[in-house]
C-alpha cells in the first residue's frame, strides 16, 4: 500500500539553513567611481596637508531599492605596488560603520612637501556585503614652505620692459619677454615635477613640447596677499643630457593700478625638481643665470578699465626666433634676466580645476572684402 504525499512529508525532519546576509548574493554596489581629492581628479602640488577626499556610489542594480553605503575602507599608500597589496602605509582606514562618501578627512602620516600618495576605496551594502576596488587615484604635495622654494623672481631688464611709442601704430606699447635655461641631465631620471607662478600669464615649453594643457595659467589673485603656483609631471619630457626650458609671459591682470602690483614687467618663478634614479636630485631654478629676449607677441594701449580700453594684441613676425624653445638654440646675444625684490607674497597651491581648449572651430570659408583685408565664416557649434 502506497503512502499518501501527506504521509511521506510527516517522516522526514525538514532543515532551513539561515545563511548570513553577508554570504548570500551579490553586492547592490559596483566599485566606487569618481575619486576626488579636493574636488580635483588626481591632482597634483596640493597644499592641504589633510586633503577631503570623496567617491561616488554606483549601483550593480539600478532597478532595486534602498541601496547605500553602510562602511567603507580607505587604503592610503606611498606608491602604486603598495597599494596593489592592499598596503595602506600612509593611512588604512579598516573596515569604518559609515554611510560618508564625501570630505572624509585625511587622517594618516604627516605628509610632507613632495610626498606622493596613491589611494582606492571600497564599500559595503544595506546587506553588508563588500563591493569592488575602485580605480586607483592619487594625489601629490606641493611645496608647503617658503624654504622648499630656491627659486627667484625673475624679468626682463627694465630697458626690455619699458612701454615705448610703436610706429606707425599711436598707442603704447607693452614689451613681452621670453626667457630660457639650459640644463644638462647626466644620469636616468626617476621623476621630474615642476612648479611654476607668474605676475602675468605664463606659458612653458619643455624640450619644445608645451607643459600640460592648462591655458591662462596662473589664476587671478590679489597680488598683495598671494600669488598662486602650478604644479606639472614633466618625467616624459626631460632626458639624459642637453635640455632646455623656454617661456613666454603676459600681463594677465598685473597692471599698474591693481591691488597689490608693484611692477610694470611680468615675472617669473619656477622650480624644476629632477629625482636620479640613484635617490639623489637636483634642481634647477629662476635666477640671474636665466637668459631673456623680447617676443614676437605685444600689448597695445595698456589697460584702461574706467574708458573701458583694454586693448589689442601686436604679433610681429619679424621678430620671431624660430629654435628659440630648443637645446641647440643658441642664446649668447639674450640678455641676463633681472633679478626682482618684491614684498613677502604668500605662495599658494592653485586647487582650482583649470582652464583647458575643449574645442575648435574650423574656418569653413575666407573672404576678402577688399585687397589686403580678410575675414572667415566659422563652422556652426
Not at 597634483?44 to 570623496?54: E, K, T
Request: negative net charge; proline residues 8%.
Amino acid at each position: 500500500m502506497e503512502a499518501s504525499s501527506t504521509q511521506i512529508t510527516g517522516l522526514f525532519t525538514v532543515a532551513i539553513l539561515l545563511l548570513p546576509a553577508a554570504a548570500s548574493g551579490q553586492c547592490s554596489l559596483s566599485a566606487p567611481a569618481s575619486l576626488r581629492c579636493e574636488y580635483l581628479e588626481n591632482p597634483l602640488g596640493i597644499d592641504v596637508v589633510q586633503p577631503r577626499l570623496s567617491w561616488v556610489l554606483l549601483s550593480s542594480d539600478p532597478a532595486a531599492r534602498d541601496q547605500h553605503q553602510t562602511a567603507y575602507r580607505l587604503v592610503v599608500a606611498s606608491s602604486p605596488e603598495r597599494l596593489a597589496r592592499d598596503e595602506g602605509d600612509l593611512w588604512d582606514t579598516g573596515k569604518a560603520q559609515s554611510d560618508q562618501s564625501l570630505h572624509v578627512v585625511y587622517e594618516g602620516r604627516r605628509l610632507d612637501s613632495y610626498a606622493r600618495c596613491h589611494w582606492k576605496v571600497r564599500a559595503w551594502d544595506e546587506a553588508d556585503r563588500p563591493s569592488p576596488w575602485s580605480e586607483p587615484a592619487s594625489w601629490s604635495m606641493g611645496l608647503l614652505h617658503a624654504s622648499d622654494w630656491t627659486a627667484e623672481w625673475i624679468a626682463a631688464p627694465q630697458q626690455d620692459a619699458k612701454q615705448s611709442p610703436s610706429k606707425p601704430v599711436t598707442e603704447d606699447i607693452t614689451i613681452l619677454p621670453l626667457f630660457r635655461k639650459h640644463f644638462h641631465l647626466d644620469r636616468p631620471v626617476e621623476t621630474a615635477t615642476l612648479h611654476v607662478s607668474s605676475l602675468g600669464y605664463h606659458h612653458v615649453q619643455l624640450n619644445g613640447v608645451k607643459v600640460g594643457d592648462h591655458e591662462y595659467d596662473p589664476v587671478q589673485s590679489d597680488y598683495s596677499r598671494r600669488v598662486y603656483y602650478v604644479t606639472h609631471d614633466v618625467t616624459p619630457s626631460v632626458c639624459p643630457g642637453d635640455n632646455v626650458l623656454a617661456v613666454s609671459l603676459g600681463k594677465d591682470w598685473y597692471w599698474p593700478g591693481i591691488r597689490g602690483v608693484t611692477q610694470d614687467r611680468p615675472a617669473l618663478l619656477l622650480e624644476l625638481v629632477v629625482r636620479y634614479r640613484d635617490g639623489t636630485q637636483t634642481r634647477v631654478a629662476t635666477d640671474g643665470t636665466w637668459k631673456t629676449s623680447t617676443a614676437p607677441l605685444r600689448l597695445l594701449g595698456g589697460r584702461r578699465s574706467a574708458g573701458g580700453d583694454f586693448g589689442a594684441e601686436l604679433y610681429d613676425a619679424r621678430r620671431e626666433q624660430p629654435g628659440w624653445n630648443l637645446p641647440s638654440f643658441d642664446d649668447s646675444t639674450w640678455r641676463p634676466a633681472d633679478i626682482l625684490e618684491l614684498p613677502p607674497l604668500r605662495r599658494s597651491a592653485q586647487m582650482i580645476a583649470p582652464n583647458r581648449v575643449v574645442g575648435r572651430l574650423p574656418a569653413v570659408a575666407v573672404h576678402e572684402p577688399q585687397p589686403g583685408s580678410t575675414s572667415s565664416t566659422l563652422a556652426p557649434t
